[in-house]
């Protein structure tokens, strides 16, 4: 138990924690952004009426879900890569 908690101490203080909590925190605002928007229309008004948004990557909605979505993917990839690179202990 206390090899535990001496690990999980040890992973809470790693670079590894603070890039789990950005992929997490990017990955539920891509999602939050996501849908918000729903094949190319954005809800507005109290009257459940729909307009047409623009459809391009790099406009509002779209381009923020997508930078989101890659903040997240990075973060992962370097997690993964830390733990590949780690020295072991002999």
Same mark, same amino acid.
């Given at each position: 138990m206390?090899?535990?908690?001496?690990? *999980?101490?040890?992973? +809470?203080?790693?670079?590894?924690? %603070? *890039?789990?909590?950005?992929?997490?925190?990017?990955w539920f605002q891509a999602y939050t952004i996501g849908r918000?928007?729903?094949?190319g229309q954005i809800f507005t008004g109290n009257q459940g009426e729909f307009i047409r948004s623009a459809?391009?990557?790099t406009s509002g909605h779209d381009g923020g879900a997508l930078a989101? %979505?890659?903040?997240? &993917?990075? &973060?992962? +990839?370097? +997690?993964?890569w830390i733990e590949i690179n780690k020295k072991s202990k002999p």
């Open positions: 206390k090899k535990f908690i001496k690990k *999980l101490w040890v992973f +809470i203080t790693s670079l590894q924690f %603070g *890039l789990s909590i950005i992929a997490f925190l990017s918000r928007t729903s094949v459809t391009d990557v989101m %979505g890659l903040i997240c &993917c990075v &973060c992962i +990839i370097m +997690i993964v």
